[in-house]
């Protein structure tokens, strides 16, 4: 190596793809988790159950990887949509044509890119900072999947969704879930409790665009109040918190209820807990 030449730092990407997936496959594992998948029952889908949900996510591995070294080669967003459309068409093949995650290849995915940045330019801040920084403008004004649910809602009732969530640095992440996760800790020694407990939170506070295409203004409002109530009541911080969290999600399930962004917020929680110490 001359004295021009700059040394590129050895960058890990196959294990922020493993780190990722691993997440994914923990918010799955969660349980009870109002109206969603888990190993213990299928919640409010019909369509998927935890096995098929872990075979996605262990699908989308090499695509988060990929998206890392995109990131860590300073691509822009055409490159990470066209990756991301790739892990859509490989997630569709390995559960038969049923979307499990398309929201985490969104979200989880721009993730990756941006730890994939960090890791190259070492850039300060929060993964969410940098992927604002880097994509937010071209996620703003990108193409929009007309027939997504995410779509759909933004229509219906002028919710911004993913793409502002992911546009303005995920604070939804940094000022709801990674606050809940490290509350959980101080509430409970129990991992999976505290996981419930950031779940909750995100409910209460989050404007789920899978919760408002599923239950409308009224579902969305009750699950609002739902996981408030929990809160209040204690949380996970009391003897009976499992109980009255099965209730819940028995009652989201038979509503037909699903916040399926806020297990997205959950599952990018736990990694963004991991790149952003």
């Not at 699908?59 to 995109?70: I, K, M, Q, S």
């Not at 999947?145 to 759909?152: E, K, N, P, Y």
């Not at 969530?165 to 000022?175: C, N, Q, S, V």
Request: charged fraction near 20%.
């Amino acid at each position: 190596m001359t004295a021009l030449a700059r040394s590129t730092p050895a960058i890990d990407c196959d294990g922020i793809g493993r780190l990722a997936t691993g997440c994914l496959k923990l918010e799955i594992a969660t349980y009870p988790k109002p109206g969603l998948v888990s190993p213990v029952d299928t919640g409010a889908h019909d369509d998927m159950d935890a096995a098929m949900m872990d075979r996605s996510a262990d699908t989308l591995e090499p695509f988060f990887a990929r998206l890392a070294e995109a990131g860590a080669a300073g691509a822009g967003m055409d490159r990470l949509r066209a990756i991301g459309i790739e892990a859509e068409v490989a997630m569709m093949a390995a559960t038969g044509g049923v979307n499990t995650h398309r929201g985490a290849i969104f979200g989880m995915g721009l993730l990756c890119a941006a730890a994939g940045f960090h890791a190259q330019y070492g850039m300060p801040g929060t993964l969410g900072t940098i992927v604002a920084h880097r994509w937010g403008a071209e996620i703003v004004h990108g193409p929009v999947a007309l027939h997504s649910h995410g779509s759909t809602v933004a229509r219906r009732h002028a919710s911004g969704g993913a793409r502002m969530e992911a546009a303005t640095g995920f604070p939804a992440l940094y000022e709801i879930a990674l606050p809940a996760l490290a509350e959980g800790r101080r509430l409970t020694a129990d991992a999976e409790a505290g996981r419930v407990h950031a779940l909750m939170a995100l409910i209460a506070a989050v404007e789920d665009t899978n919760l408002l295409y599923r239950g409308g203004l009224d579902g969305l409002a009750f699950a609002r109040t739902e996981a408030t109530d929990f809160l209040a009541a204690g949380s996970v911080g009391t003897d009976d918190w499992r109980p009255r969290a099965i209730a819940i999600h028995d009652a989201f399930t038979a509503r037909r209820l699903s916040p399926g962004g806020c297990a997205d917020l959950l599952a990018m929680a736990l990694f963004a807990a991991v790149h952003d110490v």
